[in-house]
């Protein structure tokens, strides 16, 4: 197959829900955002799929010198989703440096497994998704630099969704990204996540988590000027369907330790068009 449709196979095989708000981009930029989140998926992973440590650092490394030669004028990268993303380089102005910083991210996972406070956390955030906001919404199209802090803190607000979904699975791997902090304010501890210990006080702390995603999502929704709104739709449409993920999860009284809530892909494909039509 062609390293389009790698990266297209990719996307779909991986069931996240930004595949459907590629769906309603013209093709240029298509191609370019399924190449761009195709190697978020392959370094992504990289660490989740590679059970000796030593072994995934050296296909970070092995990644890093991939995403130089894309930029390096006698640079010839190999794998497929790099030959797919480097003809939209220029075009869209993706930076190097943020794609060395998406795996940063993915190394700050090997590094660590538990983050101290709520700025630790958002370092790790900043890196594993608000960087990959940067990029997405380079893509759809930006006239006004504010577009990009819209795209930087909406990113962290996906990230903080995925991080209370993912929850339970997270502990299983033996990863706690909730803030040892807040946890100690609400007095659940690690083991009680690590042995899906549901309680009032789990909830309330889950609340707490909930509160702050939703009011980062404001936060970016506020930032983005009417000017580049048609253009940052797929944004829009993630944020949709990431939303409403949170709300399921709320109206669920948070049980994510022992579950993964979801979307079925009816309801995603149509927040989409919703998100589409409306904005």
């Known amino acids: 197959m062609s390293p389009d449709e790698y990266c297209q196979q990719k996307t779909v095989q991986s069931g996240s829900s930004f595949y459907y708000s590629f769906l309603f981009l013209p093709s240029e930029r298509r191609r370019a955002i399924t190449a761009l989140y195709a190697f978020c ?16 650092r050296i296909k970070l490394a092995w990644w890093r010198t991939e995403v130089a030669a894309m930029y390096r004028a006698d640079g010839v990268p190999t794998h497929p989703v790099m030959l797919a993303l480097q003809p939209h380089l220029a075009v869209y102005d993706l930076q190097q440096a943020h794609l060395q910083a998406i795996i940063d991210g993915m190394e700050m996972d090997l590094n660590q497994s538990r ?41 962290l607000a996906f990230q903080l969704t995925n991080i209370i979904r993912d929850v339970g699975e997270d502990a299983r791997k033996g990863r706690i990204y909730l803030p040892i902090s807040e946890l100690q304010q609400f ?34 929704y506020a930032l983005l000027p009417q000017a580049d ?51």
């Open 115 to 155: 983050y101290l406070d709520y700025p630790a956390l958002k370092s790790y955030c900043w890196h594993v998704a608000s960087v990959v906001g940067i990029l997405s919404a380079s893509i759809f199209g930006v006239t006004d630099p504010r577009t990009l802090a819209y795209a930087e803190k909406l990113g």
């Open 187 to 220: 007095g659940v501890t690690a083991a009680d996540l690590l042995n899906a210990r549901h309680s009032d006080k789990f909830e309330q702390l889950m609340a707490f988590q909930a509160a702050r995603a939703h009011a980062t999502y404001d936060e970016a």
């Open 229 to 279: 709104r048609r253009a940052q739709r797929p944004g829009l449409m993630m944020a949709a369907i990431y939303r409403a993920v949170l709300v399921e999860i709320e109206r669920d009284n948070y049980h994510v330790l022992t579950q993964r809530i979801s979307l079925t892909p009816l309801r995603k494909l149509w927040l989409a068009w919703k998100t589409y039509v409306r904005a």
């Open 41 to 56: 998926r392959e370094v992504d992973d990289t660490v989740d799929e590679t059970t000796d440590e030593s072994i995934a």
